[in-house]
């Protein structure tokens, strides 16, 4: 059972550039969300599905967007990289109260 | 004032020792609570959640004092295993999409 599989795992960008960081969930878990761990910070939500096509805003949306066209895929695109969006991005579904990790993506944008 | 509060510590302790973190939170609305482990840059799990009349697992019990807005963790007979960061989440909103993360607390346990 892979759980949350996340890629890549590492990345650098250009400032300006585009990519999408890709998240996919085999536990059929209607809510996904997508996270970014600053160093020394908590976790801060980006954006949120509570199922296919239905999406919604977090915490800290801008710079970002996300799409969510199937159940187990939430992918999440940076349009024009900043240093400001140097972090580390988690992944994660939801059952119940439990949410499940991916393994993490670190990105850092020069 | 942060939503959710921890000390970042570490925390150093010998192993076999009793060590407690308290979390603090400022949304007195806050409906449930949670406190996950992460390890050096590895993705957060659930240790435990936290129900209002203490619970407890093993040798981890955590507490919830609703009246001065904490929740606290203890480990008894510590593992070096334990070496971790402990983040204290809470969830200020229904439905579990409004969950706020601490920054953690880091717990070193030594031989």
């Known amino acids: 059972n892979a759980g949350v599989t996340q890629t890549p795992k590492f990345r650098i960008l250009k400032i300006g550039q585009s990519m999408t960081l890709q998240c996919t969930q085999d536990?059929?878990?209607?809510?996904m969300y997508w996270y970014r761990q600053d160093p020394g910070m908590g976790l801060k939500l980006i954006y949120y599905?509570?199922?296919?096509?239905?999406?919604d805003k977090g915490e800290v949306p801008n710079g970002y967007n996300v799409s969510r066209s199937t159940t187990e895929d939430f992918p999440l695109r940076l349009e024009l990289a900043a240093p400001s969006q140097t972090s580390v991005y988690f992944c994660?579904?939801?059952?119940?109260?439990?949410?499940?990790f991916g393994s993490g993506t670190q990105l850092s944008v020069l | 004032r942060k939503e959710v509060e921890q000390d970042p510590g570490p925390f150093n302790v010998p192993e076999g020792a009793t060590v407690a973190f308290n979390c603090t939170y400022s949304?007195?609305?806050?409906?449930?609570f949670f406190w996950y482990r992460q390890d050096c840059r590895k993705e957060p799990k659930l240790l435990m959640s936290?129900?209002?009349s203490g619970n407890e697992d093993g040798r981890f019990t955590a507490q919830l004092n609703r009246a001065s807005q904490y929740i606290s963790l203890l480990i008894r007979d510590s593992k070096l295993s334990d070496s971790a960061t402990y983040l204290c989440?809470?969830?200020?909103?229904?439905?579990?999409?409004?969950?706020?993360f601490g920054a953690g607390t880091r717990l070193a346990v030594h031989p």
């Open positions: 994660a579904s939801r059952i119940n109260e439990k949410l499940f």
């Open positions: 536990m059929n878990h209607n809510y």
């Open positions: 599905s509570v199922g296919a096509g239905i999406t």
């Open positions: 949304n007195s609305a806050s409906q449930s």
């Open positions: 936290v129900y209002s």
């Open positions: 989440v809470v969830n200020v909103g229904g439905g579990y999409n409004k969950l706020i």
